[in-house]
T-cell receptor, first 116, second 115 residues
Framework: DAGVTQSPTHLIKTRGQQVTLRCSPKSGHDTVSWYQQALGQGPQFIFQYYEEEERQRGNFPDRFSGHQFPNYSSELNVNALLLGDSALYLC???????????????FGSGTRLTVV | AQSVTQLGSHVSVSEGALVLLRCNYSSSVPPYLFWYVQYPNQGLQLLLKYTTGATLVKGINGFEAEFKKSETSFHLTKPSAHMSDAAEYFCAVSDQPGGYQKVTFGIGTKLQVIP
């Protein structure tokens, strides 16, 4: 059973460009959360998607947007890239309802974004 | 609001020695607490979690943590370090137990195991 799959694994972009990162959740999971992990820092919550809608959002600007598809997969979009957006972007999937919701997150291996 | 403070960004122990990684939390509601491990170039793996009930929680790879409400602490321990334990460890807190959770992470502690 595949876990959480993220693509691409590495990406280099230029300041001002736009980027799209993709996440396929673990089979059966219906909720996707995105985190940004800057070098030497803990992961910071960006937002969470459930039933194709953004349910919760962290303290990130509107340049960060997302989408969830009917098959529960998700995309993270970042516009007008800044050097400070360089980080590891982690996707985590989970169940939202029922007893299985208590299992918590399953994380992907992340996408390493470098902005030059 | 909730937050986590991890004391010590780097910890070194000898192989076979006790591992102790410190975590203090702040939460306005009864917290749900987690420890995650991250190996280089990988995502985070859940070691253990405290939701309700027994305050001593046992996790994978021989790790355990004790929830102490009076001290607002959730320190991670392992009796005997192994070389494979070298990794970065994150303490985290949430105000919800399940899939709705927005988890707040600490800054992390890098564990070095010396042969």
């Amino acid at each position: 059973d595949a876990g959480v799959t993220q693509s691409p694994t590495h990406l280099i972009k230029t300041r001002g460009q736009q980027v799209t990162l993709r996440c396929s959740p673990k089979s059966g999971h219906d909720t996707v959360s995105w985190y940004q992990q800057a070098l030497g820092q803990g992961p910071q919550f960006i937002f969470q998607y459930y039933e194709e809608e953004e349910r919760q959002r962290g303290n990130f600007p509107d340049r960060f947007s997302g989408h969830q598809f009917p098959n529960y997969s998700s995309e993270l979009n970042v516009n007008a890239l800044l050097l400070g957006d360089s980080a590891l972007y982690l996707c985590a999937s989970s169940y939202s309802l029922g007893a299985q919701a208590n299992y918590g997150y399953t994380f992907g291996s992340g996408t390493r974004l470098t902005v030059v | 609001a909730q937050s986590v403070t991890q004391l010590g960004s780097h910890v070194s122990v000898s192989e076979g020695a006790l591992v102790l990684l410190r975590c203090n939390y702040s939460s306005s509601v009864p917290p749900y607490l987690f420890w995650y491990v991250q190996y280089p170039n990988q995502g985070l793996q859940l070691l253990l979690k405290y939701t309700t009930g027994a305050t001593l929680v046992k996790g994978i790879n021989g790790f355990e943590a004790e929830f102490k409400k009076s001290e607002t602490s959730f320190h991670l321990t392992k009796p005997s370090a192994h070389m494979s334990d070298a990794a970065e460890y994150f303490c985290a807190v949430s105000d919800q137990p399940g899939g709705y959770q927005k988890v707040t992470f600490g800054i992390g502690t890098k564990l070095q195991v010396i042969p």
